[in-house]
T-cell receptor, first 114, second 115 residues
Framework: KQEVTQIPAALSVPEGENLVLNCSFT??????LQWFRQDPGKGLTSLLL?????REQTSGRLNASLDKSSGRSTLYIAASQPGDSATYLC?????????????FGAGTQVVVTP | EAGVAQSPRYKIIEKRQSVAFWCNPI?????LYWYQQILGQGPKLLIQ????????DSQLPKDRFSAERLKGVDSTLKIQPAKLEDSAVYLC?????????????FGEGSRLTVL
């Protein structure tokens, strides 16, 4: 059974610092991995999707890496801003057929202080 | 482009009562998902529809939860009777297609409190 873990559960950094968020999964036979952002009282917004054959994806200040063999992914957010304050969740999909059946971690709650 | 609409946003009920949540996906999206997010946990898929057919309901507690997607557009998720452990946010998501390229778009959720 796939288990997705995110540590730490909460993180506070001053503005301008780089953020490093970790995600680990127990079954390395994933199809893809996604990072989402969730603001309080809001739904989830997809940030980055990494296919199992890829090592990383980048979008603006965000970079996500994937090491399937070790069951780890890392989300880097460069030069953090107060607007980056949110909960970040990672999720894995196991097969093409289970594309939307995402298995989520519990998330890391991030606070960026001005 | 309008997003995924959900209602009601908040609902408080007593245990053993019933409740229903409604979801209107993005126009043209064939695939619809209901996720349950308990406080402090990540979302868990309850049921997935492709048009008006069920693709996966393996994690839906069928003794008390039911869902339908008549006409392949709107969907309703019902809980009857509710238990304390059903307190959660119920997220609806939709995607244009089921499979690669079918990005999921989430609604803002319906928060249920069972007393």
């Amino acid at each position: 059974k796939q288990e997705v873990t995110q540590i730490p559960a909460a993180l506070s950094v001053p503005e301008g610092e780089n953020l490093v968020l970790n995600c680990s999964f127990t079954d390395s036979a994933i199809y893809n991995l996604q990072w989402f952002r969730q603001d309080p009282g809001k739904g989830l917004t997809s940030l980055l999707l990494i296919q199992s054959s890829q090592r990383e994806q980048t979008s603006g200040r965000l970079n996500a890496s994937l090491d399937k063999s070790s069951g780890r992914s890392t989300l880097y957010i460069a030069a953090s801003q107060p607007g980056d304050s949110a909960t970040y969740l990672c999720a894995v999909s196991m097969t093409t057929d289970s594309w939307g059946k995402l298995q989520f971690g519990a998330g890391t709650q991030v606070v960026v202080t001005p | 482009e309008a997003g995924v609409a959900q209602s009601p946003r908040y609902k408080i009920i007593e245990k053993r009562q019933s409740v229903a949540f409604w979801c209107n996906p993005i126009s043209g999206h064939a695939t619809l998902y209901w996720y349950q997010q308990i406080l402090g946990q990540g979302p868990k898929l309850l049921i997935q529809f492709q048009n008006n057919g069920v693709v996966d309901d393996s994690q839906l507690p069928k003794d008390r939860f039911s869902a339908e997607r008549l006409k392949g557009v709107d969907s309703t998720l019902k809980i009857q009777p509710a238990k304390l452990e059903d307190s959660a946010v119920y997220l609806c998501a939709s995607s244009f297609q089921r499979g690669p390229g079918g990005e999921l778009f989430f609604g803002e959720g319906s928060r249920l409190t069972v007393l």
